[in-house]
């Protein structure tokens, strides 16, 4: 998870916004975002002025005291992201602002600013220490230990590690799972039925970790990768469900699901394909001899030479090949580049049209509040300050007019569907990219010789490890004597 702290501001929020919303520290503030306010500094400050001026004692602009620090005019937070955590500035963002959502509410005045001028990417989200509703937010160590358990919580959801903490710790254990081993339910029948539904389905392996999650499922990355049933008591690593549910497997089973045969192949005596031949040959014979790890292809079927999954996805690799007619390793080299190049390009591209549109979502949200009470003579003071943002909002962006929020809705329908076509074409393209470095790194080995050799060291290790288990049974059976 990110290192986070935080620092309450006593004096000075105007120069706090000008640093956090910083274009050149913000992508010229395409990773800004805020709410109940603007994203400009300018526009910003005489928002949370208002409310802080509303409800405070004293007024945003006062001096603090000689002595002592004064009153808390605003919090500052910090979200530091390590390298090993590989987050991009796009995920470190919908982070930030998930986590002003869960710790304050909308009712808040808050900007977040994704900065990426450093080594590390980082989020500041500034808090104006009153909300829209008069809350007052405070800044202690009780406050610090909140916000981090809520940033697990978020990280968790985005499939980031969370930091060590101690839930569920020491609890007994509940009815329900004492009841599933009563009745000799298997817990990891249950998520290998899971993880086969949802394998024709998904795109990747985190689409696959996403769509358990929102079923119940606990996903832990580790070392190893560990997994939880909904009320299941502790979590279980994907590996020990078996060959055909490891990380390697089950990224094989999604990424050449869809790859069948093809009668009209037209094979070209090339080296790469006598090179696949050849080992396919040799791998067949190994799982007819059981001299492999016995990976199946299709888990409804036994497995054997015919349902193998190492031979399926070499054989896969080979109709891509001949579909797309890579001839050499330089043009598939080649290919490689370039895609990555365009993918990177659109991937860029969709981000600056997705913070599109969360802004034009946020002025639409402000138009409909202020349209819907601009009639209203019965405004509560909250509600007033509420409607004067609003207002603002709308005539900095020159919504001045009910057919200018007319537009605007239509525009956001419109950017809705190019979002929606440009995801698709990208991930088309994501999935095309990850076969053709599949098959570079695979042909890599052939290349060496170490691919089938690699099968055999992976068996041998394995029947190594079952070995030492039985023993270790063995040798419990017999104390138990």
Same mark, same amino acid.
């Given at each position: 998870? &990110?290192?986070?702290?935080?620092?309450?501001?006593?004096? $000075?929020?105007?120069?706090?916004?000008?640093?956090?919303?910083?274009?050149?520290?913000?992508?010229?503030?395409? +990773?800004?975002?805020?709410?109940?306010?603007?994203?400009? &500094?300018?526009?910003?400050?005489?928002?949370?002025?208002?409310?802080?001026?509303?409800?405070?004692?004293?007024?945003?602009?006062?001096?603090? &005291?000689?002595?002592?620090?004064?009153?808390?005019?605003?919090?500052?937070?910090?979200?530091?992201?390590?390298?090993?955590?590989?987050?991009?500035?796009?995920?470190?963002?919908?982070?930030?602002?998930?986590?002003?959502?869960?710790?304050?509410?909308?009712?808040?005045?808050?900007?977040?600013?994704?900065?990426?001028?450093?080594?590390?990417?980082?989020?500041?989200?500034?808090?104006?220490?009153?909300? +829209?509703?008069?809350?007052?937010?405070?800044?202690?160590?009780?406050?610090?230990? !909140?916000?981090?358990?809520?940033?697990?919580?978020?990280?968790?959801?985005?499939? #980031?590690?969370?930091?060590?903490?101690?839930?569920?710790?020491?609890?007994?254990? $509940?009815?329900?799972? %004492?009841?599933?081993?009563?009745?000799?339910?298997? %817990?990891?029948?249950?998520?290998? $039925?899971?993880?086969?539904?949802?394998?024709?389905?998904?795109?990747?392996?985190?689409?696959?970790?996403?769509?358990?999650?929102?079923?119940?499922?606990?996903?832990?990355?580790?070392?190893?990768?560990? #997994?939880?049933?909904?009320?299941?008591?502790?979590?279980?690593?994907? %590996?020990?469900?078996?060959?055909?549910?490891?990380?390697?497997?089950?990224?094989?089973?999604?990424?050449?699901?869809?790859?069948?045969?093809?009668?009209?192949?037209?094979?070209?005596?090339?080296?790469?394909?006598?090179?696949?031949?050849?080992?396919?040959?040799?791998?067949?014979?190994?799982?007819?001899?059981?001299?492999?790890? &016995?990976?199946?292809?299709? !888990?409804?079927?036994?497995?054997?030479? $015919?349902?193998?999954?190492?031979?399926?996805?070499?054989?896969?690799?080979?109709?891509?090949?001949?579909?797309?007619r890579i001839c050499s390793m330089g043009d598939l080299e080649g290919r490689i580049r370039l895609l990555y190049k365009e993918y990177k390009r659109e991937q860029e591209e969709l981000s600056a049209l997705l913070l599109e549109q969360e802004k034009e979502q946020?002025?639409?949200?402000?138009?409909?509040?202020?349209?819907?009470?601009?009639?209203?003579?019965?405004?509560?003071?909250?509600?007033?300050?509420?409607?004067?943002?609003?207002?603002?909002?709308?005539?900095?962006?020159?919504?001045?007019?009910?057919?200018?929020?007319?537009?605007?809705?239509?525009?956001?329908?419109?950017?809705?569907?190019?979002?929606?076509?440009?995801?698709?074409?990208?991930?088309?393209?994501?999935?095309? +990219?990850?076969?053709?470095?599949?098959?570079?790194?695979?042909?890599?080995? !052939?290349?060496?010789?170490?691919?089938?050799?690699?099968?055999?060291?992976?068996?041998? #290790?394995?029947?190594?490890?079952?070995?030492?288990?039985?023993?270790?049974?063995? #040798?419990?059976?017999?104390?138990?004597?």
């Amino acid at each position: 998870m &990110p290192y986070c702290k935080s620092v309450a501001v006593h004096d $000075n929020v105007s120069q706090s916004l000008r640093y956090i919303l910083n274009p050149e520290k913000t992508e010229d503030r395409l +990773l800004t975002s805020s709410i109940n306010c603007m994203t400009e &500094p300018e526009y910003a400050y005489p928002a949370m002025k208002a409310v802080y001026n509303q409800y405070a004692k004293d007024r945003i602009d006062t001096p603090p &005291p000689k002595s002592g620090k004064g009153t808390v005019k605003a919090i500052h937070y910090m979200m530091s992201f390590a390298d090993s955590e590989n987050v991009t500035p796009e995920v470190a963002h919908k982070i930030g602002k998930a986590f002003v959502r869960k710790m304050f509410g909308d009712d808040a005045v808050a900007v977040i600013a994704t900065h990426v001028n450093t080594g590390h990417i980082h989020n500041h989200i500034l808090v104006c220490s009153y909300s +829209l509703s008069g809350q007052k937010f405070y800044d202690n160590m009780t406050t610090v230990h !909140i916000m981090r358990e809520n940033t697990n919580g978020i990280c968790r959801a985005f499939g #980031i590690e969370p930091a060590l903490n101690f839930e569920n710790e020491g609890r007994s254990l $509940n009815y329900s799972e %004492w009841q599933h081993r009563k009745k000799g339910t298997s %817990w990891k029948e249950q998520i290998r $039925n899971e993880i086969d539904d949802l394998i024709p389905a998904v795109n990747d392996l985190d689409d696959l970790f996403t769509e358990l999650e929102q079923r119940g499922y606990s996903i832990k990355r580790d070392k190893y990768l560990y #997994i939880k049933a909904p009320e299941q008591q502790r979590s279980v690593s994907l %590996w020990k469900l078996g060959e055909d549910y490891t990380e390697y497997s089950l990224k094989a089973r999604i990424l050449w699901r869809s790859v069948g045969q093809n009668d009209e192949l037209h094979f070209t005596n090339s080296e790469i394909e006598r090179a696949y031949l050849d080992v396919i040959g040799s791998v067949r014979i190994l799982a007819e001899q059981r001299r492999k790890v &016995p990976r199946r292809q299709n !888990i409804m079927l036994p497995y054997g030479a $015919n349902n193998d999954l190492d031979c399926y996805r070499l054989s896969a690799q080979m109709v891509v090949m001949n579909q797309d007619r890579i001839c050499s390793m330089g043009d598939l080299e080649g290919r490689i580049r370039l895609l990555y190049k365009e993918y990177k390009r659109e991937q860029e591209e969709l981000s600056a049209l997705l913070l599109e549109q969360e802004k034009e979502q946020a002025l639409l949200e402000q138009c409909e509040y202020y349209y819907a009470n601009w009639k209203r003579e019965d405004m509560s003071p909250d509600e007033k300050t509420r409607f004067e943002i609003c207002r603002s909002a709308m005539r900095t962006n020159g919504m001045l007019y009910m057919a200018d929020y007319d537009k605007l809705r239509n525009y956001s329908e419109c950017l809705q569907k190019k979002i929606e076509d440009r995801k698709e074409k990208l991930s088309r393209k994501k999935n095309k +990219l990850v076969r053709y470095v599949d098959i570079f790194d695979t042909y890599s080995d !052939i290349s060496h010789g170490d691919y089938v050799s690699n099968l055999i060291k992976e068996e041998n #290790i394995r029947r190594e490890q079952e070995k030492q288990k039985e023993n270790k049974n063995h #040798i419990k059976k017999k104390g138990r004597r």
